[in-house]
């Protein structure tokens, strides 16, 4: 919606800007980092549908104070079925 992010998707890297459309296919690894001087917005649809608010607000709960140990990232998202794999997409 607004900003420019970098995103990686199966080891391959691009750049969405503000009113471009991202795909991510189900399964597939993926990251992204706002390229943006300040804060940026994105729409995100994930289908078929999960409870996105609660997954969301509780990652920003764990996040608010830095990224913690995989570990702790996995043990959360464990009941959405989602692994997270690695460290934040670097530039």
């Known amino acids: 919606m607004d900003g420019r992010y970098l995103y990686e998707c199966d080891g391959k890297r691009f750049v969405a800007e503000t009113g471009d459309v991202v795909t991510i296919p189900g399964g597939a690894a993926h990251a992204f980092r ?3 001087d300040g804060p940026a917005r994105q729409l995100v649809m994930i289908l078929p549908s999960f409870d996105t608010v609660a997954f969301f607000n ?3 709960d764990i996040m608010a104070d830095g990224v913690p140990d995989r570990e702790v990232l ?4 464990e009941k959405w079925q989602i692994e997270f794999l690695g460290p934040p997409l670097q530039l």
């Open 34 to 36: 706002n390229l943006s």
């Open 74 to 77: 996995n043990a959360f998202s």
């Open 58 to 60: 509780g990652l920003g």
